[in-house]
C-alpha cells in the first residue's frame, strides 16, 4: 500500500490511500522482484507510472510512505487480501485508490 502524507479527495470522502498492490516477491535483487522493478522500470508500465508519481510528490516537497503486510491475516492468500482490501476500499468511497485507476 502506498499512503501519501496528504487527503485526497474521492466520490465518498477523502483518503491517504493512493495505491494498494500485492506482490509474492518484494525484496532481492532479481529483476523479477517488486522492490527492483520500482527501482528500474521499463518505460510504459504501471511501475514507471507510480515512480514518476512519486518523483513529482517529492518535488513538490509531499511525503509518501510504502506499507507493509508480512503474512495476510486469518490465512488468506495475498491476493484475497489485495481484492478484500480493494473491495473495502471501493465500499468506503465508491471508487477505487487513485493509483489503481488506469493510466
Known amino acids: ?4 502524507s496528504f487527503l485526497v479527495h474521492r466520490l465518498v470522502g477523502s483518503s ?12 532481492g535483487v ?3 522482484s517488486r522492490l527492483w522493478t520500482y527501482r528500474y522500470p521499463n518505460k510504459l508500465t504501471n511501475e514507471a507510472r507510480m515512480r514518476g508519481y512519486i ?5 513538490e516537497g ?3 510512505s510504502l506499507y507493509l ?5 486469518n490465512n488468506m492468500t495475498v491476493g484475497d487480501y489485495e481484492s478484500q ?4 476500499y ?3 468511497h465508491w471508487e477505487l485508490p487513485p493509483w489503481n485507476s488506469s493510466a
Open 30 to 32: 532479481e529483476r523479477t
Open 55 to 59: 518523483e513529482r510528490l517529492a518535488r
Open 69 to 73: 503486510c508480512g503474512s495476510p491475516p
Open 1 to 4: 500500500m502506498i499512503v501519501s
Open 90 to 92: 471501493r465500499e468506503e
Open 62 to 64: 509531499k511525503a509518501v
Open 85 to 88: 482490501l480493494l473491495h473495502t
Open 16 to 27: 491517504d490511500i493512493l495505491y494498494i498492490g500485492s506482490t509474492e516477491s518484494i525484496g
